[in-house]
């Protein structure tokens, strides 16, 4: 009995504060890339950071961030949960070793965004592909709503100069 006592206690300490971790290690990334993300339903991004901020027919968008003042002055003051992301950010333009990207889809409201991949697609570019998770098939609707997805991305390689998002059949580009 003590010795279960023992082993539960020695994971629940090793693995305390993993939680958010679970769908970074089960996405595929190469191993020289530590990658942590964050599910937001709705538009944390203040306007001409945010999806909105582009024309009707765009559905995907992409924003990156290199300083915690950039990314804080993009954020609504309204998003604790989005401030919190950033602000455990170690940016590289800060001495930190780690940029922040957010990507955004214009969809249907029971639609959430998950990570699935992260590539090389050169010696300084990354592709980034977000699945969506909640429904099946095709999907499509007349009042579409922001779903964001955050991902604090650290490259032992160096930072990228080019990332591409894509979800679904859309891609986004963002320079780093």
Same mark, same amino acid.
């Given at each position: 009995m003590k010795r279960r006592?023992?082993?539960?206690?020695?994971?629940?300490?090793?693995?305390a504060g993993c939680t958010?971790? =679970?769908?970074?290690?089960?996405?595929? *990334?190469?191993?020289?890339?530590a990658v942590r993300s964050?599910?937001?339903?709705?538009?944390?991004?203040?306007?001409?950071?945010?999806? /909105?901020?582009?024309?009707?027919?765009?559905? *995907?968008?992409?924003?990156?961030? /290199?300083?915690?003042?950039?990314?804080?002055?993009? @954020?609504?003051?309204?998003?604790?949960?989005?401030?919190?992301?950033?602000?455990?950010?170690?940016?590289? &333009?800060?001495?930190?070793?780690?940029?922040?990207?957010?990507?955004? /889809?214009?969809?249907?409201? %029971?639609?959430?965004?998950? =990570?699935?991949?992260?590539?090389?697609?050169?010696?300084?570019?990354? /592709?980034?592909? @977000? &699945?969506?998770?909640?429904?099946?098939?095709?999907? %499509?609707? &007349?009042?579409?709503?922001?779903?964001?997805?955050?991902?604090?991305? *650290?490259? %032992?390689?160096?930072?990228?100069?080019?990332? $591409? $998002?894509?979800?679904?059949?859309?891609?986004?580009?963002?320079?780093?």
């Open positions: 006592a023992v082993v539960a206690g020695l994971v629940a300490v090793a693995s958010d971790r =679970l769908h970074d290690l089960a996405a595929s *990334t190469p191993r020289d890339i964050r599910y937001v339903d709705g538009n944390p991004l203040v306007e001409g950071q945010s999806v /909105r901020s582009l024309p009707e027919e765009l559905l *995907t968008h992409a924003a990156s961030f /290199r300083s915690k003042s950039a990314a804080k002055a993009a @954020v609504l003051p309204d998003q604790p949960e989005t401030l919190a992301f950033v602000e455990t950010t170690s940016f590289i &333009d800060d001495g930190g070793e780690s940029i922040l990207v957010a990507a955004q /889809r214009l969809t249907a409201p %029971e639609v959430e965004l998950r =990570l699935g991949s992260i590539s090389r697609t050169g010696e300084q570019s990354l /592709r980034i592909a @977000v &699945d969506i998770a909640g429904v099946r098939g095709e999907v %499509e609707t &007349d009042d579409p709503v922001v779903k964001t997805l955050l991902l604090r991305l *650290t490259d %032992e390689q160096g930072m990228p100069e080019r990332v $591409v $998002v894509s979800i679904e059949s859309d891609r986004a580009g963002v320079t780093i």
